[in-house]
């Protein structure tokens, strides 16, 4: 079988048998499609011709290309998983990957806003436009439940329980929780489907959309990259440059932690798999409040 063949393999059981993400799929797929380039321009034509040393050298090019070490990281598991596959499925003798450890990469904490800043991206005027009221609803959202972009977009009608106060959301894996909803980001959202997205709907052109709770101006469902761009261009308005969708997420979690909120609540609100990915937010959270230490206490920087 040819390379491009047992890639195909694994697509497919990523997609059938894993239940993976369309995104995931694609991020497997093109961090196996560079290493067997790499394998590729090395003459090797089968797996069992794969060798531990040929592993590492081909995450020490992707460091000499200056790839973070979190994509590596990625890269690496990527080619972990597809060896793994080959060997259980017969292709391959033995799992040359196994030898090789996950290169260590370090643990930044995520950026986040302080609750003044949030404020100042929510509090902002907003067109009393169906695109206004829809960007308002995006970015209520976004922070008021700490919804990863793709969540945000692949939202429904029937996923609104707004009366329960309650948004049904598909995470990654489509593993679903219930994430709550309540305050200005209720109030606004409800405007926003009350009196923003009638007008935007578009059943004839985008049937497939009929029923996406945030549309475009042409209706049919918001994309990803257009809510990083109007996430980024409301925070530019108040002079926030580069503001990320994520960076929403992230400042919820941390307000969250710090208005005393349980961890392992926010883990589920969150939808972390792992509580270790929710723990971070503590370190976050601990260095805010060592901020708020050195900058409000009278003796805090000696004399």
């Not at 995006?138 to 922070?143: H, K, M, S």
């Not at 679903?176 to 305050?183: A, K, M, Q, T, V």
């Not at 007008?199 to 101006?217: I, K």
Request: net charge negative.
């Amino acid at each position: 079988m040819t390379w491009e063949t047992l890639r195909d393999e694994y697509r497919a059981y990523l997609i059938v048998e894993k239940g993976a993400s369309a995104n995931t799929v694609e991020a497997y797929t093109h961090d196996i499609d560079g290493y067997l380039a790499f394998l590729d321009e090395r003459g090797v034509s089968s797996p069992d011709e794969v060798t531990h040393d040929l592993v590492v050298s081909y995450e020490t090019s992707l460091r000499e290309q200056g790839f973070a070490s979190t994509s590596i990281e990625r890269h690496v598991s990527s080619i972990k998983g597809f060896s793994r596959f080959l060997v259980a499925e017969g292709f391959a003798q033995v799992d040359a990957t196994s030898t090789v450890p996950l290169p260590k990469k370090m643990r930044t904490l995520p950026h986040v806003l302080s609750i003044e800043q949030v404020a100042s991206v929510l509090d902002q005027p907003f067109a009393e436009t169906p695109a206004g009221l829809r960007d308002h609803a995006i970015l209520e959202v976004l922070y008021g439940c700490g919804l990863r972009v793709s969540e945000l977009c692949g939202l429904e009608r029937s996923n609104l329980f707004l009366d329960e106060g309650v948004v049904r959301v598909f995470g990654k894996g489509s593993k679903e929780r219930l994430s709550p909803i309540g305050g200005t980001a209720l109030e606004v959202l409800s405007t926003y489907l009350d009196e923003g997205r009638p007008n935007l709907v578009r059943p004839l052109a985008h049937p497939e959309a009929a029923e996406a709770v945030y549309l475009n101006v042409r209706g049919g469902r918001i994309t990803r990259q257009a809510v990083h761009r109007i996430v980024a261009d409301y925070g530019a308005r108040v002079g926030i440059e580069g503001l990320h969708p994520h960076t929403l997420r992230h400042s919820f979690a941390t307000h969250m932690l710090a208005g005393g909120a349980d961890l392992r609540a926010l883990q589920e609100m969150l939808g972390h798999s792992d509580i270790s990915t929710t723990q971070i937010y503590t370190h976050v959270d601990r260095t805010h409040v060592r901020a708020e230490y050195l900058a409000a206490h009278p003796r805090a920087h000696g004399h």
